[in-house]
């Protein structure tokens, strides 16, 4: 059969097709023989499943590989670049819209500064528009075979909206899966922008073959991605790991955007250094501040950094201050969860060493000796990439599981089609 091909798999062959694509789509083995060993499965349903994920034009057969006695099996290689997946990750005053293909490589991207509390029009119609580029230069022969979004907030991952989130003014429950289903006819899912940054690193980054591991973005806002025992934790409603809103004082003049006051993001958040940085400047304590106002008009996080590295006594105190708040906060969850790797990543990250060696030194002093013996904590080697990719792997997964591939397999391809509400609450609840 030509790839692409409608198939029709039985629900005991999906049981058993998933794992063996899963194999050859990670890259864990490579040829029939190796499948075989790996999935326990019997050689007639392995060189089923492998033929059947040939004609979806998922698998193509290789050279030779190397023979371990008899005749030399062929290489089974996933064909990455059958469909391409359009992702975009949207922070509080930017955004990172890439095309990739089926293995989350960023084929090209495009970055913009926005402003996340302009509403959902605004921001999203200037996403579809980057869209429509990407998608016009980067698609070709391939197909649009789905769309992945991170948004700055709380997602209920079921529907795909955004759900009373602190930064987002008039996001609450705006149907943002709906809107690009409809706009692009492709399966579209929607999380929290930390959680697919932490999928981003367990795939291709310094977190692959982690078990447990947290991801902590400190932006504009604090959020963290947990992963436990290998897979994303989002929680039961969608929201776990918002660590920015942990209350670190009592004080009633201390207000954050959700609502509250104390909490972790508004005294140590990347708006909060600035707010501080600019507060400094205007009163006269730091010179390198006030000549950053007197060019600017105002100050940012970004600016306190440039200020601690070139020796300014105010800013260093600033990020000093910021980085023992999230250190503390950060050590009662590794002893709660007790993961073996902590990654940093976001842009209040980039101001160097001070602030994660803060971190790190509160993190150790405040977490039993066991929770750190073998704890490593690090900055993000995918930067801003991490979000982008990880939103792929998002669909990627969603679309080659167990229910992901009973939408679609039936028709060759989720080119050209939205996911079920069925299929969308029954993987949030698996």
């Known amino acids: 059969m030509r790839p692409n091909q409608p198939t029709t798999v039985g629900p005991d062959h999906l049981d058993t097709l998933v794992p063996v694509l899963d194999l050859i789509r990670a890259g864990s083995v490579r040829t029939r023989p190796e499948l075989i060993a790996h999935t326990g499965l019997g050689r007639a349903v392995v060189t089923q499943r492998v033929a059947q994920l040939i004609s979806l034009g998922l698998v193509e057969e290789g050279p030779l590989a190397q023979s371990t006695g008899g005749r030399a099996p062929r290489e089974l290689r996933f064909r990455a670049e059958a469909g391409r997946i359009l992702v975009a990750e949207l922070g509080a005053t930017s955004v990172n819209v890439a095309i990739t293909d089926l293995s989350g490589a960023l084929l090209d991207r495009r970055d913009e500064e926005i402003d996340i509390a302009s509403g ?59 809107r690009f289903s409809e706009r692009f006819q492709v399966p579209v899912w929607v999380d929290n922008e930390v959680n697919v940054m932490a999928l981003g690193e367990l795939r291709a980054g310094l977190a692959v073959g982690e078990r447990d591991f947290v991801y902590v973005k400190i932006g504009t806002g604090i959020g963290a991605g947990v992963i436990s025992g290998g897979k994303l934790h989002r929680g039961a409603q969608g929201c776990a790991g918002d660590i920015g809103h942990v209350a670190v004082v009592e004080d009633d003049r201390v207000i954050c955007r959700c609502g509250n006051t104390g909490c972790l993001e508004a005294l140590a958040g990347g708006g909060a250094i600035g707010r501080q940085g600019d507060l400094a400047a205007r009163e006269g304590r730091s010179g390198y501040l006030a000549g950053v106002l007197e060019r600017r008009g105002a100050v940012r996080a970004s600016d306190v950094a440039e200020a601690a590295r070139h020796g300014d006594r105010v800013s260093f105190e600033l990020l000093s201050s910021a980085g023992r708040l999230i250190g503390e906060v950060l050590a009662g969850f590794v002893n709660f969860f007790n993961p073996s790797l902590v990654l940093l990543g976001g842009g209040v990250t980039a101001s160097g060493d001070l602030l994660l060696a803060t971190i790190r030194e509160s993190v150790y002093r405040r977490s039993l000796p066991l929770a750190t013996r073998d704890l490593r904590m690090s900055r993000s080697p995918l930067d801003d990439r991490a979000g982008m990719m990880g939103a792929s792997f998002m669909v990627t997964d969603e679309l080659f599981a167990r229910d992901g591939l009973t939408e679609w397999i039936s028709t060759g391809s989720p080119a050209r089609q939205a996911p079920s509400a069925a299929a969308a609450v029954r993987r949030d609840s698996a």
């Open 120 to 178: 959902p029009e605004a921001c999203l119609s200037r996403v579809e528009a980057l869209f429509d580029e990407l998608a016009a230069d980067g698609v070709g022969d391939s197909h649009l075979w789905g769309i992945g979004l991170g948004v700055p907030g709380p997602v209920e991952f079921a529907t795909g909206r955004p759900i009373a989130p602190p930064i987002m003014p008039g996001w609450d429950n705006y149907p943002v899966r709906d």
